[in-house]
Each structure stands twice: as C-alpha cells, then as structure tokens.
C-alpha cells in the first residue's frame, strides 16, 4: 500500500508526485486505558528512489513523518488502513491518489 501526491516540505518548497509509504503503523495503550495509532511516513521523490529502500533517498517533512491519534478499538480497519486514510487528509500533502 502506497500514496503519491505533491509535498510541501516547508520554506516554499514543494515537492511534485512524492511516493509514500507507512512502513510501521502500531497502537499503543494510554496511560488513562484509550489507545491511540502512532504510525511513520516515510516520503520518496519518485517510486524508483522507493526501490532502492536507501534511507538517504528519503525526503523530510516535519509535518508529514510522524503522528499519533486516537485509535478506537471498535474500529473495523486495520491500523494502516486507518493511518493511510488519516495521512490522505494531511494538509502538507495534496493531489493525493493510491499508487
């Protein structure tokens, strides 16, 4: 499962048709008993640089690379279902399509 789109990286830098990945998508239990997903992105230029799986081909993106949310336990998607589907609504990201 992946996602291309167009990343705005930050200080009017963009980047066009960005393959991206979440490699690791876990949910973890609270200290209050809710459970939140915390799930990595990892930002590629093109699906050939993705390919190479050379972490010095990855792009960053402060806004993109990591979130945590909250995860409900009823829910029926896995956990990378949900964390591609809360990543497509990214406002860094847009012309998001499935790769």
Same mark, same amino acid.
């Given at each position: 499962? #992946? *996602?291309?789109?167009?990343? !705005? &990286? +930050?200080? =009017?830098? $963009?980047?066009?048709?960005?393959?991206?990945?979440?490699?690791?998508?876990?949910? *973890?239990?609270? /200290?209050? @008993? $809710?459970?939140? &997903?915390?799930?990595?992105?990892? *930002?590629?230029? @093109?699906?050939? !640089? %993705?390919?190479?799986?050379?972490?010095?081909?990855? &792009? %960053?993106? %402060? /806004?993109? =690379?990591?979130?945590? *949310?909250?995860? !409900?336990?009823?829910? $029926? @998607?896995?956990?990378?279902?949900?964390?591609?589907?809360?990543?497509?609504?990214? +406002?860094? &990201?847009?012309?998001? #399509? @499935?790769?």
């Amino acid at each position: 499962m #992946a *996602i291309t789109a167009n990343v !705005d &990286l +930050g200080n =009017d830098v $963009s980047k066009t048709n960005c393959y991206i990945i979440v490699p690791n998508a876990r949910v *973890i239990k609270n /200290e209050d @008993d $809710s459970f939140s &997903l915390v799930y990595n992105v990892n *930002i590629y230029k @093109d699906a050939s !640089d %993705r390919a190479t799986n050379n972490i010095m081909k990855q &792009l %960053r993106c %402060r /806004e993109v =690379d990591h979130h945590k *949310i909250d995860y !409900d336990t009823a829910a $029926s @998607d896995n956990p990378f279902v949900l964390a591609y589907t809360h990543l497509k609504t990214n +406002g860094s &990201l847009s012309s998001v #399509a @499935d790769a």
